[in-house]
């Protein structure tokens, strides 16, 4: 079993920035890829970002050359460093990892919030 657990989050104002953390433990090692999903009241589940475990990342286009996704293998962390933030990036945060030969996501932490407000 795979406990993910996201800090981070927060409140921001327009413009600013924010690094959202997401600490993987259990059987990390059957883990291909993680990322962050984002959910806004009202509104569907949104893949943001994706990290697989040979580094290669892939990103929403709403949020391209805003966010970057990294990880620590050391600390089996990932990290989402969100820049330029607009309200519309106000969302619940979800971290999120797939398993090997597993097409979906199966492990979720339990969110955290981030705001982008006056």
């Known amino acids: 079993q795979v406990q993910l657990t996201e800090s981070g989050g927060g409140l921001v104002q327009p413009g600013g920035s924010l690094r959202l953390s997401c600490a993987a433990s259990?059987?990390?090692?059957?883990?291909?890829?993680m990322g962050w999903y984002r959910q806004a009241p009202g509104k569907q589940r949104e893949l943001v970002a994706t990290?697989?475990?040979?580094?290669?990342?892939n990103y929403a286009d709403s949020v391209k050359g805003r966010f970057t996704i990294s990880k620590d293998t050391a600390k089996d962390t990932i990290y989402l460093q969100m820049g330029s933030l607009k309200p519309e990036d106000t969302a619940m945060y979800y971290c999120?990892?797939?398993?090997?030969?597993?097409?979906?996501?199966?492990?979720w932490g339990q969110g955290t919030q981030v705001t982008v407000s006056q």
């Open positions: 990290i697989t475990d040979g580094g290669s990342t």
């Open positions: 259990g059987t990390i090692f059957s883990i291909s890829v």
């Open positions: 999120a990892a797939k398993r090997v030969k597993t097409p979906t996501w199966t492990e």
